[in-house]
């Protein structure tokens, strides 16, 4: 069994709120939800890549 992250435990959420329909949670209409922007079991605050570092100044 994975091990029930907290963006996995909204994701979750979401299923159980739009009685398990994946489609739905897509399409959701419950943009005042906290966790409205968690609801595809990303974190939209964490893009996945790193920043670049700008050596380009330093010389």
């Known amino acids: 069994m994975k091990k029930l992250t907290p963006i996995r435990a909204i994701r979750h959420k979401c299923l159980e709120c739009q009685s398990k329909h994946y489609s739905l949670i897509r ?33």
């Open 27 to 59: 399409n959701c209409e419950e943009k005042g939800c906290p966790l409205y922007r968690f609801r595809l079991g990303r974190n939209p605050n964490c893009s996945g890549r790193m920043p670049k570092s700008d050596d380009s100044k330093s010389g």
